[in-house]
């Protein structure tokens, strides 16, 4: 038998797309990204989900923070724009905690809702994303988000240096998840 192992799926059907001979296996990022934040002063932080498919990641990470949650309603229009419709909760003087499974190269959704927030009156934008897609043009969108404290992302996909250079961004190593899983794997054979 073969494996494939894979990080935050963008869909959990994924794995329907794998043989009986191919086991998949689905990692999570959220327990890495758990562990950062529960580091950080969360007392004026609410968590807001991308939309609703990243409602129940959302939902775990307030949960595990142990701070409020709100939703976002959005639309997307096409690939490169995106409008918010409503934001359930107020964010004005708050720390927003931005949750979503990836960054694309346009960043829609985190420049529109970053934008909203600035409207809002939202005292600080974190962002964390298991992917992120960054590329030259990406770096000067977020760089217009003036609420923007924090870029948390992972190291699934290689960030460019300009980015690291330029923008908040902490990133988390996966090679821990990775490793475990590996080990887990090795020890199934024996």
């Known amino acids: 038998m073969t494996g494939f192992i894979g990080i935050d799926f963008h869909s959990k059907r994924l794995k329907n797309f794998f043989t009986k001979k191919t086991k998949a296996y ?4 959220f ?12 007392k004026n932080t609410i968590v807001l989900p991308a939309d609703k498919g990243a409602s129940k990641s959302a939902n775990f990470l307030a949960k595990e923070l142990n701070i409020p949650i709100g939703s976002v309603d959005k639309t997307r229009i096409n690939d490169t724009k995106v409008r918010i419709e409503k934001i359930t909760v107020n964010v004005s003087g708050k720390d ?15 420049i529109t809702l970053g934008k909203e927030l600035e409207k809002r009156k939202a005292k600080s934008l974190t962002v964390a994303v298991t992917h992120a897609s960054i590329i030259n043009k990406t770096i000067r ?9 924090e870029i948390i992302v992972t190291d699934t996909i290689p960030i460019p240096p300009e980015a690291s250079e330029s923008l ?18 090795s020890e199934e054979k024996d």
């Open 31 to 42: 327990p890495l990204i758990v562990r950062y934040l529960k580091k950080k002063n969360l």
């Open 96 to 110: 927003v905690i931005f949750f979503d499974d990836e960054i694309s190269p346009v960043a829609t959704t985190v």
């Open 168 to 185: 908040p961004l902490r990133i988390i190593s996966v090679a821990e998840i990775l490793a475990e899983t590996i080990r887990e794997i």
């Open 26 to 29: 689905h990692l999570s990022v």
């Open 141 to 149: 969108k977020l760089k217009g988000i003036k609420i923007l404290k």
